[in-house]
């Protein structure tokens, strides 16, 4: 995977297909302290304990077309290799909550990537699942709600072409602002 957001991508499939109807993104990117902490809470399906232990192993699936899941165990790899670390908590039918920390002043960090895009292609993807989806920089936050969002739709779905590409724009302005406000520019 070449940047978080992809990680991310990747991650939020697991959700979809534990079946969560809610799925909550949360990005906290803390350049004072050295810490980028993604958080990914689904109230999909779940895992049980044994699961949960062998999840990060290479060799764990419940795929049957293929024996292999590499997404848990590429992140957690991405994330330790920065000195970071990747945990997960799970309840079976309650949901899961993965949280990946990363530290960004190391040379192995992936960077962000395209992280509104990712979001707007989810959302617009997935009509039927609400996302809410958190993004601090530095202390300031954005939020961004599909709840909230189809409420000010109507009868229009979220799921429309023409809405995803005006979310899309939507996500970057407001984290380009939340970026400024952070630093004082633009980079
Ligand atoms: N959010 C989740 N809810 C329930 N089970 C999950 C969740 N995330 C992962 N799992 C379980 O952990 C397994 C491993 O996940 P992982 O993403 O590493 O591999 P995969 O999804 O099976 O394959 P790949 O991601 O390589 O396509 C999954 O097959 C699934 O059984
Ligand atoms: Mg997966």
Do not use: W
């Amino acid at each position: 995977m070449k940047d978080i957001a992809l990680h991310i991508l990747d991650i939020i499939q697991n959700s979809i297909v534990a079946k969560a109807t809610l799925i909550e993104i949360s990005i906290d990117e803390d350049f004072v302290n050295d810490s980028i902490l993604v958080t990914i809470k689904d109230n999909g399906c779940g895992m049980s304990k044994k699961m949960i232990e062998k999840v990060s192993d290479p060799y764990t699936t419940s795929r049957t077309t293929r024996k292999v899941g590499l997404g848990i165990p590429l992140l957690k790899q991405n994330a330790d290799r920065t000195g970071g670390y990747l945990s997960i908590k799970s309840e079976l039918e309650i949901g899961t909550t993965l949280i990946a920390s990363f530290k960004p002043s190391n040379i192995d960090c992936l960077p962000m990537g395209d992280i509104a895009g990712v979001i707007s292609l989810t959302v617009s993807g997935n009509p039927s699942i609400d996302f809410i989806y958190n993004h601090k920089i530095n202390g300031n936050l954005y939020t961004f709600s599909t709840i909230e969002v189809k409420k000010v739709l109507g009868d229009v779905s979220i799921g429309d072409p023409s809405i995803s590409v005006y979310l899309k724009e939507m996500i970057q302005t407001n984290l380009e602002e939340i970026q400024i406000d952070s630093i004082g520019y633009k980079t």
